[in-house]
């Protein structure tokens, strides 16, 4: 359904669930954080949730999925924020109640600003020791100069630092519109009932125009029928390949999943796969294949293999192998 206002809502009813959920996704991510803001999205993803004029107390929300046996969470992607909850059916409402004034009036009081703008630092200091994350970093930033896919997510105090409100507030307004979110519920409740809660407490989400950066899909700089190698010196003890792939515009063909069905034969462990020769020359473990990048317009396709000792010392050999088995799906 959508209501008048513009917001597409999922219904979902199940009597056997146990609890009662909602999650509302916003169309803005860190693509889309100012040059001189780095990190704003995720920013504000930890502010939207710390009181509201409605239920000003900053612990208002926490204290009443405490109190209901629930929980919530949120996260920042590269083109949308997500925030979710699930509490008891019979907190169900009071939290949609709280939940939602986020997305109508928020206070984003700036007492708790240098607090906040500490934890997303914090978050930075643990994915710099993570090595998956290192190795998405590097991949983003091998970006050609200026996309946005170089911009640094996370944030931290370097990026956040002085009075952050004033983007704060317009980065809001710009993107966080009905027209510009979807919501799903899922609850016992009946779907006439869950139809008449949204209306009732998402249906007075502010409609405002909201015009999204045209990013350019040609991420990377042209390779002219060459790669590029990366070696990345790892914190803990890890042996992999990653081959990415910039590809055709998927979103124009989702009937078909073209990245799904060439995962899914890429991926095949089965007799006569790619895996089982690289298995049977004693160089890798296991092998991963599918969609990149989430973004309408960044389009990838990538490769893992988790390399032996002996597929790490002669990887030539598997990219070798991996091209000539590609070679052999285009014949």
């Known amino acids: 359904m959508v209501l008048d206002n513009g917001l597409a809502v999922l219904l979902i009813h199940d009597e056997d669930v146990h609890r009662s959920a909602a999650s509302l996704s916003v169309g803005t991510g860190q693509l889309y954080d100012p040059k001189e803001k780095m990190g704003l999205a995720h920013y504000l993803e930890h502010m939207l949730f710390l009181g509201t004029k409605k ?13 209901n046996s629930g929980s919530s969470n949120a996260y920042t992607a590269k083109a949308l924020t997500n925030y979710f909850f699930e509490v008891s059916h019979e907190g169900f409402v009071g939290a949609l109640d709280r939940f939602s004034q986020f997305f109508k009036a928020p206070l984003f009081d700036k007492k708790y600003s240098a607090r906040e703008v500490n934890a997303v630092s914090s978050e930075h200091d643990k994915n710099i020791r993570s090595d998956g994350w290192r190795g998405n970093y590097l991949q983003d930033l091998m970006a050609k100069e200026d996309h946005p896919l170089r911009n640094f997510g996370t944030g931290n105090k370097e990026t956040l630092a002085g009075d952050n409100r004033p983007a704060l507030l317009e980065f809001y307004k710009k993107y966080y519109a009905s027209s510009n979110m979807k919501l799903v519920i899922l609850s016992n409740q009946s779907l006439s009932e869950q139809s008449n ?7 007075g989400i502010p409609d405002r125009a909201v015009t999204l950066p045209v990013i350019d899909p040609d991420y990377r700089d042209p390779l002219n029928n060459k790669y590029r190698l990366l070696k990345i010196k790892t914190i803990k003890d890890v042996r992999s390949l990653s081959i990415e792939f910039p590809t055709i515009h998927l979103k124009d063909h989702l009937a078909s999943k073209p990245a799904t069905l060439v995962g899914s034969v890429i991926g095949y462990e089965g007799k006569g796969s790619l895996l089982s020769k690289l298995k049977e020359e004693g160089l890798a473990l296991g092998l991963s294949a599918g969609g990149g990048y989430s973004h309408p317009s960044i389009n990838s396709f990538s490769v893992s293999i988790s390399l032996t000792q002996k597929g790490l010392e002669e990887y030539e050999r598997v990219l070798e192998l991996l091209f000539a088995y590609i070679q052999l799906l285009k014949d």
């Open 197 to 203: 809660l949204a209306r009732e407490y998402f249906g």
């Open 55 to 67: 239920f000003p107390d900053v612990e208002a929300f926490k204290k009443f999925l405490n109190e």
